[in-house]
């Protein structure tokens, strides 16, 4: 029996890290999406999206209230294994209102459209929507 001499190849090793770490790097963060060369993330003022996408074709408005103090949940458990969540029930509590903003932006046939969900000014959420069209 004949053995063979094993040989290291230190530079397969670097080129794969390489390639992952490029990869890694073109991936941008979750809710994001580009305008033109310009990436809009979660937490981005609606001024930066204005400035960078232009104007959106659709605009909705409203406003939701949240609970401006929350008090964590109480779990109960009974008779059998049953386990019930209860809330507490408390008078000091706080409501805020969240202007809420959706902007839809087309950015034509070839690409996907974009739903951006404002909250108080800044980005929440956006959305992808479908193929747009032409104006």
Known sequence: MRL???TRRPWRQLLLVATCGLLLLATGPAFAF???LKLVATGDHYSKVLKHCGEPIGVQERRIYGEGRT????LLEGPNG????REVLAYDRSY???EVEEWTYNF????LMQLVRFENGFVAETEELGYGFRP
Do not use: A, S
């Open 71 to 74: 008090r964590p949940r109480v």
């Open 96 to 98: 805020v209102e969240i």
């Open 34 to 36: 580009r305008c033109g």
């Open 82 to 85: 049953l386990r019930v969540e």
């Open 4 to 6: 063979r001499k094993v």
């Open 108 to 111: 034509g046939p070839r690409r």
